[in-house]
């Protein structure tokens, strides 16, 4: 009778602790799960560029960008935190599994002296298994945040380059919109004698020689037969700012002139001001 005390004493001990294991693991699972449920609802609804207009309220149609950048910092920031808590979590369960792994070979040992019933065996082994379950569960949990604080930042650079490529977009758009060349017919007549006021002009402006590329007819004139006799070329794009000056001059003379911003096949070699009425055909 009195050889049987310790064991029964073992046998109460093991259970007390049992019972203990089983309310601390269901506390401890049951914060890490609503904690992580709400990071997966305010994570997702972030991980998608434009995703928080989906159904705009007035507010939302005004929020700034820096705005949702903040916020997705933030949700980040709560998660790291998150993170922490449930590595914390996981080094608890882990002593746990330790302690229900020696508890399961104690009782081993009593049910093979038929000191325990075998069902007690079986309660242990289950025991073991949860908590291995649970561990098992918070280690998934914080592997899954890893994974949306990787889809949010993923989702970030994608609405970077997303705003980039309208940009761009935008810019090739306004570009094609604007017509190759410009025609302007003037009012005061032309002449190559008067091209000395438009030069004087453009050296008391710039402080240098306007850029005259072609002075009359050239051979190039010749292979494409133009007449160029009577009109100036001038090395300037019409879109720079000494362009746009001398186009400015000669609207305000009322000098005629052409305005090329690119290439045009059989009339013009690239960007380039005509100075002077278009050149007919040579016969």
């Known amino acids: 009778m009195n050889s049987e005390l310790p064991v029964l004493g073992l046998h109460r001990k093991l259970s007390n602790s049992r019972n ?3 309310a601390t693991g269901v506390l401890q699972s049951g914060m890490i799960n609503s904690r992580f449920h709400l990071f997966l609802i305010a994570l997702g609804a972030l991980l998608v560029p434009g995703a928080v207009f989906a159904q705009p309220s ?6 700034p960008v820096n705005q949702i950048a903040q916020t997705r910092s933030e949700l980040i920031e709560a998660t790291e935190k998150y993170k922490a808590s449930a590595r914390e979590v996981v080094q608890i369960q882990e002593q746990e599994i330790a302690s229900a792994t020696e508890r399961l070979e104690q009782l081993r040992q009593l049910v ?5 019933a075998r069902n007690e065996l079986t309660a242990g082994e289950e025991e073991l298994a949860a908590a291995k379950a649970k561990l098992d ?6 592997s899954e945040s890893d994974t949306l604080i990787a889809q949010v930042r993923e989702a970030e650079v994608a609405e970077k380059k997303l705003a980039q490529t309208i940009a761009t977009q935008a810019a090739v758009s306004r570009k094609l919109l604007r017509p190759t060349a410009m025609r302007y017919n003037g009012m005061a007549g032309w002449a190559l004698a008067n091209f000395s006021s438009v030069q004087s002009f453009f050296t008391g402006t710039f402080g240098r020689q306007l850029p005259v590329s072609t002075m009359g007819q050239s051979a190039t004139h010749n292979a494409m037969r133009w007449d160029h006799r009577n009109s100036v070329d001038v090395g300037l794009h019409p ?3 000494e362009g746009r000056a001398l186009i400015a001059f000669l609207q305000s003379k009322g000098i005629p002139f052409l305005a090329f911003r690119g290439a045009v096949p059989g009339v013009s070699t690239g960007p380039h001001i005509h100075i002077g009425y278009p050149s007919s055909r040579l016969s």
């Open 20 to 22: 203990r294991s089983f």
């Open 239 to 241: 879109d720079s700012t």
């Open 58 to 63: 007035n507010k939302s149609r005004t929020a």
């Open 112 to 116: 093979a002296d038929g000191l325990v």
């Open 137 to 142: 569960n918070t280690r998934k949990q914080i």
